[in-house]
């Protein structure tokens, strides 16, 4: 199976701080996500990568980087965090871009003080 | 950007098939339909994919309508465990295929 993992289940940090959040996939996937979720906006798409050291915006990138230096690594860089980057995140990987599962991790939530 | 349209919530009762219905209007010729669904505190799990032929699987079937405006997820006997928001997404190769925000879902209450 497939394994999708998020470095932290629950985070809280400060406003103004920078915020590291990691995910590591096992299966030699090409392509990975990140993704916030918030009640009643559905999931969000914040930044992807589709090889190493490539990156692409999402919907939502205002206020986020990513780094993607080793291919099984995503992470996902909160520079200055503020209190409306408190979220559950999400990361997920897929072998192909649109013709495989996307396989999540079972997400950060962060909270911003 | 392709997007989807869901029901905000359906009801099932236990052990009833039930039947999740997506339009997808604007679906490209590229676009494969995912389904996802989540459960609380989880991230979402994959549930099955296809492009133009109805698909099956150990978890539901799909049905994608002949002219891909729409399809229905079936699930074939409700359980609690299948209570959960579902997701219907589109990916594909044509402008946008990276684009994968997910919209609200459905929320699957099932009554036992």
């Known amino acids: 199976d497939v394994k999708v993992t998020q470095s932290s289940r629950y985070l809280v940090k400060r406003t103004g701080e920078k915020v590291f959040l990691e995910c590591v996939q096992d299966?030699?996937?090409?392509?990975m996500f990140w993704y916030r979720q918030d009640p009643g906006l559905g999931l969000r798409l914040i930044y992807f990568?589709?090889?190493?050291?490539?990156?692409e915006k999402g919907d939502i990138p205002e206020g986020y980087s990513v780094s993607r230096e080793k291919k099984e690594r995503f992470s996902l860089i909160l520079e200055s965090a503020s209190t409306n980057q408190t979220s559950m995140y999400l990361c997920?990987?897929?072998?192909?871009?649109?013709?495989?599962?996307?396989?999540f991790g079972n997400g950060t939530r962060l909270t911003v003080t | 950007d392709a997007k989807t349209t869901q029901p905000n919530s359906m009801e099932s009762n236990e052990e009833e098939p039930v039947h999740l219905p997506c339009n997808h209007s604007?679906?490209?010729?590229?676009?494969?339909i995912h389904w996802y669904r989540q459960l609380p505190s989880q991230g979402p799990e994959y549930v099955i994919h296809?492009?133009?032929s109805n698909v099956n699987n150990r978890m539901a079937s799909l049905a994608i309508a002949e002219d891909r405006k729409s399809s229905t997820l079936i699930l074939h006997r409700a359980t609690l465990r299948d209570a959960a928001v579902y997701y219907c997404?589109?990916?594909?190769?044509?402008?946008?295929?990276?684009?994968?925000?997910f919209g609200k879902g459905t929320k699957l209450s099932v009554i036992p």
């Open positions: 604007t679906i490209s010729g590229t676009d494969y």
């Open positions: 296809g492009l133009t």
């Open positions: 997920a990987s897929s072998r192909h871009p649109y013709n495989s599962p996307l396989h």
């Open positions: 997404i589109l990916r594909g190769s044509g402008a946008g295929s990276y684009q994968l925000t």
């Open positions: 299966m030699d996937h090409e392509n």
């Open positions: 990568s589709y090889d190493v050291k490539m990156k």
